[in-house]
């Protein structure tokens, strides 16, 4: 099912009434989830992720711009005849249910033309159950599971009315780290397996850019940049969505084109022959520093960090915009760690330049 969101907006009136503001939750959202794959909608907390994926989902009407499935317009539909899955992050099963009763409920509630018979709900339910990998704990109680069992619970319940879209709100905040990484893989396994158009909402990039196929960067409501996880990474728009992806984070400098160089501090890091004289912003990923001690920037080296595969330098310098410069490097490469600076030279495919007003990408030849 492909999902079509044409210049979707979202304003909320005030609570205050002291304050006149409306939110603009969401702006002028225009994008096309492709068939059969999972889009993640992705940014710090507030950006609008949530309130577009309950307009996906009918929970709450734009205020304007329209929602297509497939050829249909269902701007207008209520959430249960939209033919939606939706997992919360607290998503509250019955406790007094065994798993299998609460994977059965809603169909328990489908009336007229869709209602099942018995054995057609029993058979969906252990198809979903096997699914998602709990078919042998259809007669537990939710209380007798683990968080990452109960969530699959939750799934499953998500999926067994056969929905032409899922929609993921956060489903993994709940869970310890390691059970996060392994749901999150579930997650992509299940997907992959029912071929379901599903949209994912979080705030965690390395989750987002792990699993989806495509990824919607939003700040304040407004798309960012759209595109496929690692294309997005390597080439960022602008300035918000170059510090929001990566970890660890790009290191930022203010620095200077001069003449076709760019200047930060008086070092002259790269050639930049076809941009204009001006102040602007440096970006610099931590994996685009070659350790060269005659190379043509140098940072002064606070302590090396080993850890298992990566070296990592922790360093300042005096035009840095962040709190500290991490640079990985090779680990056969070796860096005496009683050095009190480090000479590098700068991977061209791993350094941005954007504009100081606008914080937008300027492009020059790789
Ligand atoms: P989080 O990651 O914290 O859940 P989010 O990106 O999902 O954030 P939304 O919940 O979509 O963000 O909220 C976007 C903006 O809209 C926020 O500024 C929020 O305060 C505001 N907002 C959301 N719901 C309402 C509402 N019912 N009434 C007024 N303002 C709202």
Redesign the pocket.
Do not use: L, W
């Given at each position: 099912m492909i999902v079509d969101l044409q210049n979707l907006t979202k304003v909320?009136?005030s609570?205050n009434k002291k304050e006149k503001e409306m939110?603009t939750?969401?702006s002028d959202f225009t994008f096309t989830i492709p068939d059969g794959k999972l889009v993640g909608l992705l940014?710090?907390?507030?950006?609008?992720?949530?309130?577009?994926l309950y307009m996906i989902c009918g929970l709450q009407k734009p205020s304007s711009g329209k929602i297509f499935f497939g050829d249909n317009d269902v701007t207008q539909l209520p959430p249960e005849s939209r033919g939606v899955g939706l997992v919360f992050q607290n998503y509250a099963l019955y406790p007094h249910m065994t798993v299998k009763q609460n994977i059965m409920f809603p169909l328990q509630n489908l009336k007229g033309a869709d209602k099942l018979d018995k054995d057609e709900m029993l058979k969906r339910t252990v198809e979903v159950a096997r699914i998602v990998q709990i078919d042998d704990l259809l007669e537990r109680k939710p209380n007798e599971l683990s968080g990452g069992q109960q969530q699959r619970v939750a799934i499953a319940r998500a999926l067994v009315k056969m929905p032409r879209v899922l929609l993921l709100d956060?489903p993994l905040s709940n869970l310890d780290a390691r059970l996060r990484l392994q749901t999150r893989e579930e997650i992509r396994r299940i997907q992959r397996e029912t071929g379901i158009t599903t949209v994912f909402?979080t705030?965690d990039q390395e989750e987002a850019m792990s699993i989806s196929d495509m990824i919607v960067v939003?700040k304040k409501?407004v798309v960012q940049q759209t595109g496929h996880p690692q294309d997005v990474y390597n080439s960022p728009e602008n300035l918000f969505v170059a510090k929001f992806l990566g970890t660890p984070p790009i290191n930022v400098f203010d620095a200077t084109v001069r003449s076709g160089k760019v200047y930060i501090g008086d070092e002259a890091v790269i050639d930049v022959p076809d941009v204009p004289d001006q102040e602007v912003i440096v970006g610099i990923r931590p994996e685009g520093f070659i350790v060269r001690p005659e190379g043509r920037f140098h940072c002064a080296l606070n302590g090396v960090e080993v850890m298992g595969r990566d070296v990592s330098l922790v360093m300042n310098h005096p035009a840095m915009n962040v709190p500290v410069i991490r640079a990985i490097i090779d680990a056969d490469v070796t860096v005496d760690p009683e050095a009190t600076e480090v000479g590098f030279d700068i991977k061209r495919n791993k350094i941005f330049l954007f504009e100081k007003e606008t914080e937008a990408r300027i492009f020059f030849e790789v």
């Open positions: 909320f009136p609570r939110v939750a969401v940014g710090p907390s507030g950006c609008g992720k949530s309130t577009t956060e909402v705030h939003m409501g």
